[in-house]
């Protein structure tokens, strides 16, 4: 819309962070390019590799391989991300 008032070459995709922890992506962001038009990427759909099971947590961690760090140092899973897999 504010490109289109302003006659500058509108958006055509929109990259976002959707994933089975953060659903806020389904609220939010696809009515918007659903009335616009918009294409959408997801990123970051395997909560940057910390969708796991314990035993692969736990061979990670004696192994030394831990985890992702790109995004975030932590690559533990937190507490919503452990649920989150329990029930996966």
């Known amino acids: 819309m504010l490109a289109r008032d302003h006659a500058l070459t509108p958006f055509v995709i929109y ?3 959707w994933n089975v922890t953060k659903r ?7 009515p918007m390019v659903r009335s616009e038009g918009i ?3 997801a ?3 395997l909560c940057a590799g910390k969708v796991r099971t ?3 947590k736990e061979q990670r ?4 391989e831990q985890g992702r760090k790109l995004i975030d140092p932590n690559w533990e ?3 919503v991300e452990r649920k989150m897999c329990k029930e996966l």
């Open 15 to 17: 990259q976002g962070e």
């Open 24 to 30: 806020s992506f389904e609220r939010d962001i696809i």
């Open 39 to 41: 294409a959408l990427s």
């Open 43 to 45: 990123r970051n759909v």
């Open 54 to 56: 314990d035993a692969k």
């Open 61 to 64: 961690r004696v192994t030394g």
């Open 77 to 79: 899973r937190n507490e």
